[in-house]
């Protein structure tokens, strides 16, 4: 079964500082979106790459980038990091079938202090 | 405004109950539909996933998908205590598109 491993789940940072995400989908997947979740707050799409080009952009800010590399892992990266910035980031990919079904992996939970 | 809206709830139920989950959606490109099952700080678990108009079933889960009134529902038979979580509906325009997600409804089934 399809399946993603993130890491760190946890992570806690100061303002201003930067913090990397990292995504692993399990078997490697060609596609992969990231989504932020607030406290309290659906999942609100940030990006997605498919074979290692950016495929779609959502609200991600300009202090954001992320990448897919080429042995297909993900890695989110933030910059100058603001309190609102404490959500939970989560990765996810396609399913195997027809399409349609996507899954999430755990979430890494940043905390902006 | 959302594109996909979803009552926050909370929504209790006593345990054995049928459990009643909608969305309305805004976007008639809307194509494919899921509901997620939220419990707290994990991830989104997949339930049910449905392309374009029908009924679709799974054990204990069915869920229906009205196009011409962007009305979308699960019903959740035989409530356990389990199943309290958050549910979420998404929906997107083709199969590799970005999701658009319901606020998440949270149910609490009480035994």
């Known amino acids: 079964a399809a399946g993603v491993i993130q890491s760190p789940r946890h992570l806690i940072k100061e303002k201003r500082e930067t913090a990397t995400l990292k995504c692993y989908p399990i078997p490697r997947h060609d596609t992969v979106y990231w989504y932020q979740q607030g406290p309290g707050q659906d999942p609100q799409f940030l990006i997605s790459f498919y074979e290692k080009m950016q495929s779609d952009k959502g609200s991600i800010p300009d202090r954001f980038s992320a990448q897919q590399f080429s042995d297909y892992h993900s890695e989110l990266n933030m910059s100058s990091l603001e309190l609102g910035d404490s959500a939970l980031y989560f990765c996810a990919i396609p399913g195997q079938g027809a399409g349609g079904e996507l899954f999430f992996g755990e979430g890494s939970r940043l905390t902006v202090l | 405004q959302k594109e996909v809206e979803q009552d926050p709830g909370p929504l209790s139920v006593p345990e054995g109950a049928i459990v009643s989950l909608n969305c309305t959606y805004s976007?008639?490109?809307?194509?494919?539909f899921m509901w997620y099952r939220q419990y707290s700080r994990k991830g989104p678990e997949l339930l049910m996933y449905?392309?374009?108009?029908g009924n679709k079933e799974d054990g204990r889960f069915t869920a229906q998908v009205d196009k011409s009134s962007k009305y979308i529902s699960l019903f959740i038979r035989d409530s356990q205590p389990s199943d309290s979580a958050t549910y979420l509906c998404?929906?997107?325009?083709?199969?590799?598109?970005?999701?658009?997600f319901g606020a998440g409804t949270q149910v609490v089934v009480t035994p």
């Open positions: 998404a929906s997107s325009t083709d199969s590799w598109g970005k999701f658009q």
């Open positions: 976007n008639s490109a809307f194509q494919y």
């Open positions: 449905t392309y374009s108009s």
